[in-house]
């Protein structure tokens, strides 16, 4: 079936967060994850996918334009499917997107299937993290490494990378909320766009780089799990 043209919470499976906090998405008809809050605060803002010209030249396509009419949405226990042409500059395939509610966490796995051979730079999950809620008071860590705090005034150079990689998983910690990003087949980026937009960091998953064939999918996992604030790191 279509997709009512409305913005709803994700309520998947009616299992609730760990006590310490509650996990609550909300997509739009789409399949953008708009925000995701933790205890009512919004920690993050629109999470979509996107396919990126080779060098960083331009985007391709990007979810956040589709038709909200051509998107077609399933539902079956804790997952919601959601299906949708991808289609713009010199690119046309097909996305789909997972959304899984799992013990508390948030499983998102999208596919894109090009509709010819298509050289790109890569597939991109983006999110935002908005700079008044976050800077200067959110420390981050990766694979269990020591925190850093994401800095209380923009990096010089636009999309300044703070930190790159291939991680296990990357945690945010700010106050009492922890927010712990897992990827699969992706590596990461955190950047700081405050001096390009003025108004965000931002957490990138990247997969499939290079030439691809037609109706070949390129997969990029992530996982959102709340954590206690007081715990290591470790999964629970």
């Known amino acids: 079936m279509k997709i009512a043209p409305c913005v709803v919470p994700l309520l998947l499976g009616l299992v609730p967060a760990a006590a310490w906090a509650q996990l609550a998405p909300t997509l739009d008809p789409r399949g953008v994850v708009q925000e995701v809050r933790l205890n009512d605060e919004v920690f993050l803002t629109d999470m979509a996918i996107s396919v990126e010209k080779p060098g960083w030249s331009g985007r391709l396509a990007d979810q956040r334009v589709v038709d909200p009419a051509t998107v077609h949405v399933r539902r079956d226990g804790p997952t919601t499917l959601y299906a949708m042409p991808l289609k713009g500059d010199g690119f046309a395939g097909r996305l789909i997107q997972r959304v899984t509610r799992r013990d508390g966490d948030i499983v998102l796995d999208y ?23 976050h800077a200067g008071k959110t420390t981050f860590r990766v694979d269990g490494g020591a925190p850093s705090l994401l800095p209380a005034d923009p990096v010089d150079g636009g999309a300044a990378p703070l930190w790159r990689g291939e991680p296990k998983w990357l945690r945010l910690d700010s106050a009492d909320l922890s927010l712990r990003f897992t990827p699969r087949d992706a590596g990461l980026q955190l950047l700081d766009l405050r001096e390009r937009n003025d ?3 931002a957490i990138r998953a990247t997969a499939g780089g290079g030439e691809h064939l037609a109706r070949k999918p390129i997969h990029l996992g992530l996982t959102l799990q709340a954590l206690d604030p007081g715990a290591s790191g470790r999964s629970r």
């Open 199 to 201: 108004s965000s960091f």
């Open 111 to 133: 596919e894109v299937f090009p509709d010819d051979d298509v050289e790109i730079e890569a597939v991109v999950l983006q999110c935002a993290l908005p700079a008044g809620r």
